[in-house]
């Protein structure tokens, strides 16, 4: 039997007072619209219709999933007339999963629950009491008069809230906006709507009545947490989503032993892995996909994306790693900050120092090199225990180009050098400070290219 997945995605998200389309706003890194496809891949389905309206061609072109299709509805005419849209794509002889592209954290475990209560013939509810439900669709249960409303009778129907009479409106049992139904009979609801209610549109909830006057079995399950059905509409909704995510990844990250300072100033937007005894600083940043060797140290405030940092590393405060697509590799005790930017393609070997304002980018450190203050190492191969003084830097850019500097094992780069590229420096040799080296440096000699230094006797001063 087929599975087919509709995601609402076409509303605008007024009360984001964005240009962005809501369901393309962020949460730990990814729209919330990629979420919801994440889980959905999960499922098994022959067909994932999204429903896009709003921004559709940003929507469109910013998501993806294995078998999604897109369905577009102009004009937006409410929830119903958004899955008759997706209709023509359903497999008669199946189930539909209708879920909401705004709502990002519901759980697979939960989707399927709904699935199998449906069990190919009923029309199965996801819903949920909240000790505030005011805004949302009430569930009603037992007789035509709701007075045992709330006490477990049989679905009768649901009442959006602007429908609701006051005593409907004291149903604490809210729909979630997500369902599952066999796909045949959905079709035939869906054609039977109409807009006579007080907003006007096609509710997408009315077909509950329908299915009980159908005589099709109406039943609800819930999710395990409210986290999983909150929705998002506006920043404050998002930035709380946002938070109760962040506690969910770090509590498992704890449970797996990671050390946090405080899961409360932890965010992870990707993947983070972690070996034993890792210990993490408060407000510190993972994008992308970042591993953590054995006995790793993270101080406070820093950004990681896409990096891998070897066990006894220590990366120091107020550290800006970037691997982008060519990611940063970061030795086995090497020591790096405060205050450093390793770029793509940074790849530092075991015990490389790398200390304050200094900048790294497509570059290989070999085992014990140290630039600790102030310098630039762009397009170099540096050999081991190489000492990179203050203020150096690779000239690896003429305008057009990116050249490579090759600095041979055992050199020492005095203070304020530029390595103009391509330019090789030999094995053991010294750079004199405040060199301009532009050509080869022979290995294990002292080379100084600059003006000699003079004093000049007898020299007064312009007087005024
Ligand atoms: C809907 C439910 C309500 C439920 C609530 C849960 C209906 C009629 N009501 O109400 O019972 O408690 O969700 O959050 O279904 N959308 C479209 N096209 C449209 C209208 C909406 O794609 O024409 C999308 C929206 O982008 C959103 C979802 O459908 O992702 C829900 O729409 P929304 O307007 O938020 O419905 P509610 O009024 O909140
Ligand atoms: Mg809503």
New binding site residues.
């Given amino acids: 039997m087929a599975l087919d997945i509709v995601i609402?995605?076409?509303?605008k998200?007024t009360r984001m007072k964005s240009a962005r389309p809501?369901?393309l706003h962020r949460l730990a890194g990814r729209s919330l619209l990629q979420h919801v496809l994440q889980t959905a891949s999960t499922l098994g389905a022959d067909r994932i219709v999204t429903?896009t309206?709003h921004g559709a061609d940003e929507v469109e072109s910013s998501v993806s999933a294995p078998n999604l299709q897109f369905v577009r509805?102009m004009p937006?005419?409410?929830?119903?007339?958004?899955v008759q849209q997706a209709a023509p794509l359903l497999h008669d002889d199946g189930t539909t999963l209708i879920l909401?592209?705004?709502?990002p954290l519901i759980e697979a475990a939960t989707a399927r629950a709904l699935i199998e209560s449906c069990d190919g013939g009923k029309l199965a509810l996801l819903t949920i009491r909240l000790a505030d439900p005011s805004?949302?669709?009430r569930v009603l249960r037992g007789d035509p008069a709701g007075r045992d409303a709330n006490e477990g009778g049989r679905v009768r129907g649901?009442v959006?809230h602007k429908d609701a009479t006051p005593v409907q409106r004291m149903v604490d049992e809210?729909?979630?906006?997500m369902m599952a139904a066999p796909t045949a009979a959905l079709k035939g609801w869906l054609a039977r709507l109409t807009n006579e209610n007080a907003q006007g549109?096609f509710?997408?909830?009315d077909i509950v009545a329908m299915a009980v006057a159908d005589g099709v079995p109406v039943v609800a399950t819930h999710p395990a947490s409210e986290t999983e059905v909150l929705?998002v509409?506006s920043p404050s909704q998002l930035a709380d989503l946002e938070r109760r995510f962040q506690r969910t990844q770090a509590e498992s990250l704890m449970e797996a032993g990671l050390r946090l300072a405080d899961p409360a100033r932890f965010d992870l937007r990707g993947e983070l892995v972690c070996a034993n005894d890792v210990e993490i600083d408060v407000n510190c940043v993972f994008e992308g996909r970042v591993t953590l060797g054995e006995g790793v140290r993270i101080g406070a405030n820093c950004v990681l994306r896409n990096a891998a940092i070897a066990a006894g590393a220590v990366i120091h405060p107020f550290t800006h790693i970037d691997g982008e697509t060519l990611g940063v590799k970061v030795g086995a005790g090497a020591a790096v900050g405060p205050f450093a930017r390793l770029r793509p393609g940074a790849d530092l070997g075991e015990q490389v120092h790398i200390g304050n304002f200094v900048e790294v980018k497509n570059s290989t450190l070999a085992k014990g090199a140290k630039a600790n203050h102030l310098a630039y190492l762009g397009d170099a191969t540096v050999g081991e225990r190489v000492n990179y003084g203050a203020g150096s830097i690779t000239a690896n850019y003429d305008g057009a180009n990116k050249h490579r500097t090759v600095i041979g094992r055992d050199v020492h780069v005095g203070s304020n050098c530029v390595l103009v590229a391509p330019v090789t420096l030999g094995d053991g040799a010294t750079i004199g400070a405040g060199s301009t080296i532009s050509k080869d440096a022979p290995a294990g000699q002292l080379t100084v290219a600059r003006a000699k230094q003079v004093s000049l006797p007898g020299w007064t001063r312009p007087k005024k």
């Fill in positions: 609402m995605a076409a509303g998200g809501k369901v429903i309206g509805q937006q005419l409410g929830t119903g007339h958004a909401n592209g705004d709502v805004g949302y669709g649901i959006e809210v729909y979630t906006g549109e509710y997408l909830t929705g509409n």
